[in-house]
């Protein structure tokens, strides 16, 4: 079974609006993290937010905040006040206990294109 | 924040030649680096696992022989492609764990484009 989906594709938003990436994870261990990274077409991976299997609020980091739902295993990734700068792929993350919490499953990612 | 480099960040090579990738950790030291593969328009595929001092552990289905890593140091890790073919073109990302941080802590470098003709 997949451990991260991403069932968007690509998504348009207009600029200066909120925007809700999905991520759905798949995980029978207690202790886990999921991550949000944004990669722009120049390739590097930039991380955004973290989230863990414990916390029991929603992060926060600027205009990103994660909607972490326990329950229904979502971790989804809301922009707020889009900007064009924020054109670009997003993966969601996960890294379970196992393998000293090395390892990172990914999602197959969501491009964002904002509009001006 | 922590930076990882790569070099090169672009690479051609002709089919059968070998090609050597480096990743670096600038200012911390890493005892686990990490090998991902990215095909155009898809997700980071973990190849490896390379700690300092030992050999990597490899993903189901990542030949040993055709990519090598060495992690020699603590800031310092090699991804050799052997005998390169046109289906090795890709992009290689390296991520790198500081060894003091937390385990949240994994930072990538900037990639590297390989082209095999």
């Known amino acids: 079974a997949q451990k991260i989906t991403q069932t968007q594709p690509g998504m348009f938003v207009q600029e200066k609006e909120a925007v809700t990436l999905d991520c759905t994870y798949d995980?029978?261990?207690?202790?886990?993290?999921l991550f949000w990274y944004k990669q722009p077409s120049s390739g590097e991976m930039i991380f955004l937010i973290y989230?863990?299997?414990?916390?029991?609020q929603n992060a926060t980091e600027g205009r990103y905040s994660l909607n972490f739902q326990k329950a229904r295993k979502s971790a989804n990734l809301v922009i707020s006040a889009s900007q064009l700068g924020d054109s670009a792929m997003y993966f969601c993350?996960?890294?379970?206990?196992?393998?000293?919490?090395?390892?990172?499953?990914f999602g197959s990612g969501t491009k964002l294109n904002v509009k001006p | 924040g922590a930076v990882v480099s790569q070099h090169p960040s672009r690479v051609i090579c002709k089919s059968g030649t070998s090609v050597k990738i480096e990743c670096r950790s600038l200012d911390f030291q890493a005892t686990t680096m990490f090998w991902y593969r990215q095909f155009p328009k898809k997700s980071l595929m973990l190849m490896a696992t390379s700690n300092e001092g030992s050999k990597a552990t490899y993903e189901q289905g990542v030949e040993k022989d055709k990519f090598l890593i060495n992690h020699a140091s603590l800031t310092l890790s090699t991804l050799t492609v052997t005998s390169a073919h046109p289906e090795d073109s890709s992009f290689y990302i390296c991520s790198a764990r500081d060894r003091t941080g937390s385990y949240n802590e994994q930072f990538f470098g900037p990639g590297t484009r390989l082209t095999v003709l």
């Open positions: 993350a996960m890294r379970e206990r196992d393998y000293n919490f090395n390892k990172f499953y």
């Open positions: 995980t029978s261990d207690p202790s886990y993290g």
């Open positions: 989230q863990g299997s414990y916390d029991q």
